[in-house]
């Protein structure tokens, strides 16, 4: 099976104890991120280079295609690129220490998001509180953190944000907690981050908040009518159910008043209206600068996922698009048609048991995972989390170095649902791993699938766009163990070269299997090479 539980291998994990793995980044520049980008044509073009090093830096770039300027203190690309088409840029950034080359390959079609999305959401730290201050406040610690200048991008407003319809398209208009969002779109443009927005198909969201379809053709609906709401618009419940109750269903009631408040709530909330106003609220993003779209209703259709990728279509931006939650299977091939990245499951929890078993039981999606459409297993719960009352995630140091290098392998969307005011350095160090991100962003986008296994051991491998191979040995069980893999569970052939991607260090040339000692829910992960 290529997995064993012998003697102790000599390449071990560190990091059980909370050691920080990645190594500093240097002082002379390196240029990270995403190695491909993809725009539509006659679309706004914004690329941020990705780039450590000590600052001051001058960015330039050799080859860059009519339409695009460069601005050599930020690194900011911006423009518009008319004609479809392929450029190869060659992006340079140079400090007092050196100076850094990296080809970036411009992609002008109809494909975006060519690499998995990386950025922030604000649902795991704030819920529904959130608020414009909170978001401005994210997307400023990303650039402080660092944590651009190693590729992550978007800063994405979750449910709560919505008020009532108007303005100028009769889209839904933002609540009081968010009093100019086309003013904050700006300032996240400004530092060369690429702001987000939530919605759903329904009258209400989950939340409770106004939805992309009404009971009236003037797009207002019964319950707004009816004064059934706060002052933020958001829908009041019965005193007897929480929001969180309503969704679960798990509320202590008797059966009888189980059935009444549910039959009444659903009816309100979670069901979709006569009249659509997807392209209204389309137009609007659109107008205020919206970059990403998370559109979320259970279970997922292919009706309203294509109703809005044709409004989408219909605009002049480019606007990620992304539906949640718990895809039906059946239906993953035309959700990987209409959007870019679909989630596979529902909320994932910062509890092992929950992680572990999403995590680890996502192969029968890996044919759909492709450049420009993702399979997503949901958010990363490392840092402060709380949905609402701030507190650490409860994985440990272990279990969320393996979800950073699992979601990694699985090439999936990397949005952090953390407090980035309050990032250790613990975090940090997991965040800012250029190697182990560089896994995520191969712009072959292969899905890993597991290899080998053997009781509480895992093995998961995916191939890279150099021909190279990436490998994660994973234990699930309570104790350490020997976990290794055979290279002839990849079938490939000959001795190899075998690398430490946390740890960023050469392991050596094995003739034919490399195995490791992994603590109880960790992970090593090693990039595999031909030695020639």
Same mark, same amino acid.
């Given at each position: 099976m290529g997995l064993c539980s012998c003697n102790p291998a000599p390449v071990e994990h560190a990091g059980e104890n909370g050691a920080i793995l990645t190594p500093a980044a240097p002082r002379t520049p390196r240029i990270n991120g995403a190695a491909v980008f993809g725009v539509r044509p006659g679309s706004p073009f914004l690329f941020q280079v990705a780039a450590t090093g000590e600052r001051p830096m001058e960015f330039s770039a050799t080859d860059l295609p009519e339409g695009l300027q460069l601005d050599a203190a930020s690194g900011r690309i911006t423009g518009r690129l008319e004609a479809a088409g392929r450029h190869v840029v060659t992006l340079r950034a140079a400090n007092a220490?050196?100076?850094?080359e990296r080809p970036l390959r411009i992609i002008v079609g109809q494909r975006i998001a060519l690499t998995p999305p990386m950025g922030w959401n604000s649902w795991n730290i704030w819920s529904s509180s959130v608020s414009q201050e909170k978001v401005r406040n994210a997307a400023d610690a990303l650039v402080a953190s660092g944590l651009r200048?190693?590729?992550?991008?978007?800063?994405n407003i979750d449910d709560g944000w919505q008020g009532v319809r108007g303005g100028e398209f009769n889209a839904i208009m933002p609540n009081a907690k968010f009093p100019d969002i086309a003013a904050l779109s700006e300032h996240v443009h400004a530092t060369g981050l690429k702001l987000g927005i939530y919605s759903t198909p329904w009258r209400t969201s989950f939340v409770g908040h106004l939805g992309s379809s009404a009971d009236h053709a003037d797009g207002s609906t019964d319950w707004l009518?009816?004064?059934?709401?706060?002052?933020? =618009?958001? =829908?009041k419940y019965p005193k007897h159910v929480s929001w969180m109750e309503n969704y679960a269903w798990l509320k202590p009631l008797?059966?009888?008043a189980k059935e009444k408040s549910r039959g009444r709530i659903t009816k309100t909330l979670r069901t979709f209206g006569k009249f659509s106003f997807v392209d209204a609220d389309v137009r609007q993003w659109a107008a205020w600068g919206i970059d990403y779209l998370k559109y979320d209703w259970v279970p997922i259709d292919v009706a309203h996922t294509r109703e809005m990728r044709q409004s989408l279509d219909a605009t002049a931006r480019d606007i990620v698009f992304t539906v949640s939650n718990n895809a039906p299977f059946a239906e993953a091939g035309q959700l990987?048609?209409?959007a870019n990245a679909w989630r596979t499951s529902g909320d994932v929890k910062d509890e092992w048991d929950d992680l572990s078993e999403i995590g680890f039981s996502r192969d029968r999606w890996a044919r759909f995972s492709a450049p420009g459409s993702y399979n997503d297993p949901d958010m990363l719960l490392v840092g402060q989390v709380g949905w609402g009352q701030r507190r650490p995630t409860r994985l440990t140091p272990n279990e969320q170095y393996t979800q950073v290098s699992l979601w990694s392998l699985l090439a999936a969307p990397l949005l952090l649902g953390c407090d980035l005011e309050k990032l250790d350095p613990f975090t940090l160090g997991l965040l800012t791993n250029d190697e182990v991100l560089a896994i995520n962003q191969d712009p072959l986008c292969k899905q890993a699938t597991r290899v080998a296994h053997s009781g509480n051991a895992e093995v998961f491998a995916k191939v890279l766009e150099d021909g190279s191979w990436v490998v994660g040995l994973f234990n699930r069980g309570e104790k350490g163990r020997t976990v290794a893999v055979r290279w002839s569970d990849m079938r490939v052939e000959g001795a190899q070269l075998v690398r430490d991607l946390w740890r960023q260090q050469d392991l050596g040339r094995f003739p034919d299997r490399f195995e490791a000692s992994v603590p109880p829910h960790g992970v090593v992960l090693v990039k595999v090479t031909?030695?020639?």
């Amino acid at each position: 099976m290529g997995l064993c539980s012998c003697n102790p291998a000599p390449v071990e994990h560190a990091g059980e104890n909370g050691a920080i793995l990645t190594p500093a980044a240097p002082r002379t520049p390196r240029i990270n991120g995403a190695a491909v980008f993809g725009v539509r044509p006659g679309s706004p073009f914004l690329f941020q280079v990705a780039a450590t090093g000590e600052r001051p830096m001058e960015f330039s770039a050799t080859d860059l295609p009519e339409g695009l300027q460069l601005d050599a203190a930020s690194g900011r690309i911006t423009g518009r690129l008319e004609a479809a088409g392929r450029h190869v840029v060659t992006l340079r950034a140079a400090n007092a220490h050196g100076v850094a080359e990296r080809p970036l390959r411009i992609i002008v079609g109809q494909r975006i998001a060519l690499t998995p999305p990386m950025g922030w959401n604000s649902w795991n730290i704030w819920s529904s509180s959130v608020s414009q201050e909170k978001v401005r406040n994210a997307a400023d610690a990303l650039v402080a953190s660092g944590l651009r200048d190693h590729g992550w991008t978007y800063v994405n407003i979750d449910d709560g944000w919505q008020g009532v319809r108007g303005g100028e398209f009769n889209a839904i208009m933002p609540n009081a907690k968010f009093p100019d969002i086309a003013a904050l779109s700006e300032h996240v443009h400004a530092t060369g981050l690429k702001l987000g927005i939530y919605s759903t198909p329904w009258r209400t969201s989950f939340v409770g908040h106004l939805g992309s379809s009404a009971d009236h053709a003037d797009g207002s609906t019964d319950w707004l009518r009816a004064g059934t709401h706060n002052e933020h =618009f958001k =829908f009041k419940y019965p005193k007897h159910v929480s929001w969180m109750e309503n969704y679960a269903w798990l509320k202590p009631l008797s059966q009888r008043a189980k059935e009444k408040s549910r039959g009444r709530i659903t009816k309100t909330l979670r069901t979709f209206g006569k009249f659509s106003f997807v392209d209204a609220d389309v137009r609007q993003w659109a107008a205020w600068g919206i970059d990403y779209l998370k559109y979320d209703w259970v279970p997922i259709d292919v009706a309203h996922t294509r109703e809005m990728r044709q409004s989408l279509d219909a605009t002049a931006r480019d606007i990620v698009f992304t539906v949640s939650n718990n895809a039906p299977f059946a239906e993953a091939g035309q959700l990987a048609e209409l959007a870019n990245a679909w989630r596979t499951s529902g909320d994932v929890k910062d509890e092992w048991d929950d992680l572990s078993e999403i995590g680890f039981s996502r192969d029968r999606w890996a044919r759909f995972s492709a450049p420009g459409s993702y399979n997503d297993p949901d958010m990363l719960l490392v840092g402060q989390v709380g949905w609402g009352q701030r507190r650490p995630t409860r994985l440990t140091p272990n279990e969320q170095y393996t979800q950073v290098s699992l979601w990694s392998l699985l090439a999936a969307p990397l949005l952090l649902g953390c407090d980035l005011e309050k990032l250790d350095p613990f975090t940090l160090g997991l965040l800012t791993n250029d190697e182990v991100l560089a896994i995520n962003q191969d712009p072959l986008c292969k899905q890993a699938t597991r290899v080998a296994h053997s009781g509480n051991a895992e093995v998961f491998a995916k191939v890279l766009e150099d021909g190279s191979w990436v490998v994660g040995l994973f234990n699930r069980g309570e104790k350490g163990r020997t976990v290794a893999v055979r290279w002839s569970d990849m079938r490939v052939e000959g001795a190899q070269l075998v690398r430490d991607l946390w740890r960023q260090q050469d392991l050596g040339r094995f003739p034919d299997r490399f195995e490791a000692s992994v603590p109880p829910h960790g992970v090593v992960l090693v990039k595999v090479t031909p030695a020639r």
